[in-house]
């Protein structure tokens, strides 16, 4: 597995918008974003089911970006997409791509310590 590559950040007003890319090789049954503001924990804040079982497709939001942030897949199989709208101040952080997933991780539970392969992040910095 190759580092995932994030790409996409930069500073923007409160209200804006910003569209975050992540380029993944290897096979993974899930991709995440995650983000770490200063002095603050790792946080997941989306994920999407990647395998090929029954919920293929699904895609999993934390409660403070939902209905605000999307994720999903490109249109390469290896790109993923977060596309973020209303931003708030709260939402500056360092964004990361996760891929991966250890066998006995779970795409729902949005964990750090079930990915092995992190990218190097991307600034995402948010003005009132």
């Known amino acids: 597995q190759v580092q995932p590559v994030e790409s996409g950040g930069g500073s923007v007003q409160a209200g804006g918008s910003l569209r975050l890319s992540c380029e993944v090789s290897?096979?993974?049954?899930?991709m995440a974003w995650f983000r770490q503001a200063s002095g603050k924990q790792r946080e997941g804040i989306a994920a999407?089911?990647?395998?090929?079982?029954?919920?293929?497709?699904?895609?999993y939001h934390a409660d403070s970006v939902k209905g605000r942030f999307t994720i999903s897949r490109g249109p390469a199989k290896n790109t993923l997409w977060l596309q973020m709208n209303s931003l708030k101040p709260e939402d500056t952080a360092m964004y990361y791509c996760?891929?991966?997933?250890?066998?006995?991780?779970?795409?729902?539970?949005?964990?750090?310590?079930?990915?092995?392969?992190w990218g190097q992040g991307t600034q995402v910095t948010v003005s009132s």
């Open positions: 996760a891929s991966n997933i250890r066998a006995n991780g779970r795409c729902w539970k949005l964990l750090a310590d079930e990915y092995r392969d």
């Open positions: 290897g096979n993974s049954d899930c």
């Open positions: 999407i089911d990647t395998g090929s079982g029954l919920f293929q497709g699904s895609t």
